[in-house]
């Protein structure tokens, strides 16, 4: 027959296991969901890079066209003062 210090030790133990386990758990559900934060960031920072490449695209295009308007009235202003 045990003891009752016996009794006191097994259900320590018992509830050490089952503390630890369930600590084990959650350690494993917090990794799931860091790993999911971690993709859902990369997807949004791949999409704001893929907007934000875009946007620069579309000011490349506009500085060209600018500087080309620009260096067409120079052109024609210097023409007109050579004619003078």
């Known amino acids: 027959m045990k003891t009752e210090n016996q009794l006191d030790v097994g259900k320590?133990?018992?509830?050490?296991r089952h503390n630890f386990?369930?600590?084990?758990?959650?350690?494993?559900?917090?990794?799931?969901?860091?790993?999911v934060e971690a993709h859902l960031g990369k997807t949004e920072a791949e999409a704001r890079l893929a907007a934000l490449s875009a946007r620069l695209s579309t000011l490349q295009r506009g500085a060209?066209?600018?500087?080309?308007?620009?260096a067409e009235k120079a052109i024609k202003t210097l023409r007109t003062a050579a004619k003078g």
């Open 12 to 16: 320590t133990l018992e509830q050490l």
């Open 21 to 35: 386990k369930e600590g084990l758990e959650l350690v494993s559900t917090l990794l799931d969901e860091a790993r």
């Open 64 to 70: 060209l066209s600018a500087t080309a308007e620009i």
